[in-house]
């Protein structure tokens, strides 16, 4: 079967960096999203990774390794507004949907 | 670029009744799908419509239907309704090419059931 793994909750504090992981078994890969969610809204688009390594994009980096089926996404210099549910999906080569995980919800503490 | 958009944005319906939602995906996508998602879930499939055609069914009941117009809106319906169908309805509109699969989301139609 299709699967993505990622943490439930995770709490930070206003300031400091947090990662977020995310564990994918899917047959066939064409590329990892990563969107934010804010309670309430549309998910919006952060990143893509389809090859192996870093990608930075200001306070927000993803990393992907498609041989261990893993994807992180690094946020620094944490902001309240930061405080969003992260998702992970994954493209497959066929079936011509997103492969979602369930999201991570993001608590910043002040 | 004009966004994705939903309509209505927010609904309120009694058990047994039908729903029909619409969506108008970013000009140019021909790729729309649509998404439930219930408080602390994550984005469950329903289905994808790619000029006209849909190509991919999640694991709904047959009360959940769609179809695509060749202007490439959509619209999804829900018979019968039930408590359980409240919900955020979320479309998400796509290029879906070999090399471009990125979604972009409309608001969402909040559906209340009572």
């Known amino acids: 079967g299709q699967n993505i793994d990622q943490p439930t909750e995770m709490t930070a504090t206003e300031g400091a960096i947090v990662q977020i992981n995310c564990t994918y078994q899917t047959s066939g890969f064409n590329g990892l999203f990563w969107y934010q969610q804010h309670a309430g809204e549309a998910p919006t688009f952060l990143s893509y990774n389809v090859l192996d390594g870093l990608e930075e994009k200001g306070r927000f980096s993803s990393f992907l390794s498609r041989s261990k089926g893993y994807s992180y996404l690094l946020l620094k210099e944490l902001q309240m507004k930061d405080s969003a549910s992260y998702l992970c999906a994954v493209g497959t080569d066929s079936n011509y949907q997103l492969i979602w995980g369930a999201g991570t919800k993001l608590i910043i503490k002040p | 670029k004009a966004g994705v958009t939903q309509t209505p944005r927010y609904l309120i319906k009694t058990r047994g009744q039908q729903v029909t939602l619409s969506c108008s995906p970013i000009?140019?996508?021909?790729?729309v799908s649509w998404y439930q998602q219930t408080p602390g879930q994550g984005l469950q499939f329903l289905f994808e419509y790619f000029s006209e055609t849909q190509r991919n069914k999640g694991n709904f009941p047959g009360r959940f239907s769609g179809r695509q117009f060749s202007n490439s809106r959509s619209e999804m319906n829900v018979s019968t309704l039930e408590l359980g169908d409240s919900a955020l309805y979320l479309c998400?509109?796509?290029?879906?090419?070999?090399?471009?699969?990125?979604?972009?989301f409309g608001p969402g139609t909040r559906l209340t059931v009572l």
């Open positions: 998400a509109s796509s290029l879906w090419t070999a090399t471009n699969n990125e979604q972009f």
């Open positions: 000009s140019g996508h021909r790729s």
